[in-house]
């Protein structure tokens, strides 16, 4: 007691920037754990981004987070993150705050309620039940590290002074949900590298001029991603095209690798055929001196605008009949087929895409306590740091994972765990 009573710093005390998922997981964790939070946020309320996941309905998690899914500097980083708060554990946490889940048949994990909204007010009430000190509306402009702790300045409030600081303040996407990137300069003086910032999981924009009337077709798609002759990166999923490029979460998956190579001679192609080429090559076969079109038989796999672009691209008729076909021209439908190639032009920006790659390289962070290991008594968590994960869930799984990490290393061992 005499040390809690003269130490202005007070060790179960922790100051959390970011009332994201990240922040809110760690406040939780530190809370119930017997430390004392504060948790300041720009916005003038909790888990604003948190609200338009998933379009609304929250994609907290997947079955099937592991490391390799995220593009992260140091695999076994991640490893020991994942190791440390996996699915189970997460899926163990949620209940405890009123939010129960369901997963679909490829592991995308979601709230029962189908609702962001129940999700973030979960969270609210759970904070307020813990006792955490919430100063929302409160802009972080600067921190100034003092002797032994940090002080926080704001916008318009008072400083906050504090020993140990977590900050949880996101990347920069979708700057007008709050995270804006500004706290990387502060933590750029602090002493950490803060690697170039850029969009990722973002809209691919691509030369559509052969693709204009496939605008608002929707299909899965095996989508490989080359720089010349090299195979960078390879996804499969749904996308969507529009007139500026493509959309949805095959592309999105890639588009980091797209723009961390500004200027890159970079090409996609799409295979749309990757589950169904052998069935429809047989098909082809069976018909191949019959009058159906070859543009009726696709439409076994395909909707029906594509082979009405593609065959011309292979110099067939839209109409022909596959009697009026050479063996040599369906080869090149097929060859096309399975690699429709687009030459890529960029990344949709910040507006548009649902997290940020780079931040604070992960080698800077003790992966067991998210501690940094530049400035002493500061912790990181969530999107600040530069790790990727693919559309699904992954992504709230790190900053749920790094969140309840960090908040655990705060807990005061002198009291018991909640
Ligand atoms: C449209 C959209 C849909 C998405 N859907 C999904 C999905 O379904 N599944 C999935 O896994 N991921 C999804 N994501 C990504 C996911 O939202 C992020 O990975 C996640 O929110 C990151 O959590 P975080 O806590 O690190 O950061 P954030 O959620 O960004 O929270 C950081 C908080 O810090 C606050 N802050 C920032 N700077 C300051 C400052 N200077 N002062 C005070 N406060 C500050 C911000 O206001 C914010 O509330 C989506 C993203 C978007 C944009």
Same mark, same amino acid.
């Given at each position: 007691?005499r040390?809690?009573?003269y130490?202005?710093?007070?060790?179960n005390?922790?100051?959390?920037?970011?009332?994201?998922?990240?922040?809110?997981?760690?406040?939780?964790?530190?809370a119930?754990?017997?430390?004392?939070?504060?948790l300041?946020?720009?916005?003038?309320?909790?888990?604003?981004?948190?609200?338009?996941?998933?379009a609304?309905?929250?994609n907290?998690?997947?079955?099937h987070?592991?490391?390799?899914?995220?593009?992260?500097?140091?695999?076994?980083?991640?490893?020991?993150?994942?190791?440390?708060?996996?699915?189970a554990d997460?899926?163990?946490?949620?209940?405890?705050?009123?939010?129960f889940?369901?997963?679909?048949?490829?592991?995308?994990?979601y709230?029962?309620s189908?609702s962001?909204?129940?999700?973030?007010?979960?969270?609210?009430?759970?904070?307020?039940?813990e006792?955490?000190?919430?100063?929302?509306d409160?802009?972080?402009t600067?921190?100034?590290? #003092?002797s032994?702790?940090?002080?926080?300045?704001?916008?318009?409030?008072?400083?906050?002074?504090?020993?140990?600081?977590?900050?949880a303040?996101?990347?920069?996407?979708?700057?007008?949900?709050?995270?804006?990137? #500004?706290?990387?300069?502060?933590?750029?003086?602090?002493?950490?590298?803060?690697?170039?910032?850029?969009?990722?999981?973002a809209?691919?924009?691509?030369?559509? #001029?052969?693709?204009?009337k496939l605008?608002?077709?929707?299909?899965?798609?095996?989508v490989?991603?080359?720089?010349?002759?090299?195979?960078?990166a390879?996804?499969?999923g749904?996308?969507?095209?529009t007139?500026?490029?493509?959309?949805?979460?095959?592309?999105?998956d890639?588009?980091?690798?797209? !723009?961390?190579?500004?200027?890159?001679?970079l090409?996609?192609?799409?295979n749309?055929?990757?589950?169904?080429?052998e069935?429809?090559?047989?098909?082809?076969?069976?018909?191949?001196? !019959?009058?159906?079109?070859?543009?009726?038989?696709?439409?076994?796999a395909?909707?029906?605008?594509v082979p009405s672009?593609?065959?011309?691209?292979?110099?067939?008729?839209?109409?022909?009949?596959?009697?009026?076909i050479?063996?040599?021209?369906?080869?090149?439908?097929?060859?096309?087929?399975?690699a429709?190639?687009?030459?890529?032009t960029?990344?949709?920006?910040?507006?548009?895409?649902?997290?940020?790659a780079?931040?604070?390289?992960?080698?800077?962070v003790?992966?067991?306590t998210?501690? !940094?290991?530049?400035?002493?008594?500061?912790?990181?968590?969530?999107?600040?740091?530069?790790?990727?994960?693919?559309?699904?869930?992954?992504n709230?799984?790190?900053?749920?994972?790094?969140?309840?990490?960090?908040?655990m290393?705060?807990?005061?061992?002198?009291?018991?765990?909640?």
């Amino acid at each position: 007691m005499r040390y809690r009573r003269y130490n202005i710093y007070m060790t179960n005390e922790l100051t959390i920037i970011g009332a994201g998922p990240a922040g809110m997981t760690a406040a939780l964790f530190a809370a119930r754990g017997g430390t004392r939070v504060t948790l300041i946020e720009g916005n003038a309320s909790v888990g604003r981004k948190l609200l338009v996941t998933g379009a609304g309905r929250c994609n907290l998690s997947n079955d099937h987070v592991c490391a390799e899914r995220y593009t992260c500097g140091d695999p076994q980083w991640m490893e020991e993150v994942l190791a440390q708060f996996g699915i189970a554990d997460l899926l163990a946490f949620l209940p405890t705050i009123g939010i129960f889940t369901y997963a679909t048949h490829d592991g995308w994990c979601y709230p029962l309620s189908e609702s962001a909204q129940t999700v973030v007010d979960a969270f609210y009430y759970a904070l307020v039940q813990e006792g955490v000190r919430l100063l929302l509306d409160h802009k972080v402009t600067a921190i100034r590290n #003092t002797s032994g702790g940090f002080e926080i300045n704001f916008k318009t409030q008072r400083p906050v002074t504090c020993k140990h600081l977590l900050i949880a303040a996101g990347g920069a996407a979708y700057p007008t949900l709050g995270s804006r990137g #500004t706290l990387f300069p502060i933590l750029k003086e602090l002493g950490h590298t803060i690697r170039p910032v850029v969009p990722a999981l973002a809209p691919v924009t691509c030369d559509m #001029t052969p693709y204009q009337k496939l605008k608002g077709v929707r299909f899965d798609a095996r989508v490989r991603l080359f720089e010349g002759k090299t195979l960078l990166a390879e996804t499969t999923g749904n996308l969507i095209f529009t007139e500026w490029g493509l959309n949805g979460p095959a592309v999105m998956d890639l588009s980091h690798h797209i !723009s961390t190579r500004p200027g890159g001679s970079l090409r996609l192609e799409l295979n749309p055929l990757f589950a169904s080429e052998e069935a429809l090559r047989l098909l082809a076969r069976k018909n191949r001196r !019959s009058a159906t079109p070859l543009a009726v038989l696709l439409g076994a796999a395909l909707p029906p605008k594509v082979p009405s672009v593609v065959l011309p691209m292979a110099g067939v008729a839209e109409r022909a009949r596959m009697e009026q076909i050479s063996d040599i021209e369906l080869e090149k439908v097929f060859t096309l087929l399975t690699a429709l190639p687009f030459k890529v032009t960029g990344v949709r920006g910040f507006e548009y895409c649902q997290v940020s790659a780079g931040g604070v390289p992960v080698s800077e962070v003790d992966p067991l306590t998210m501690r !940094s290991r530049v400035v002493p008594n500061l912790q990181l968590a969530g999107e600040t740091l530069d790790v990727v994960g693919p559309c699904g869930g992954y992504n709230l799984h790190f900053a749920f994972s790094t969140g309840a990490i960090a908040g655990m290393a705060n807990r005061d061992a002198s009291k018991p765990e909640r």
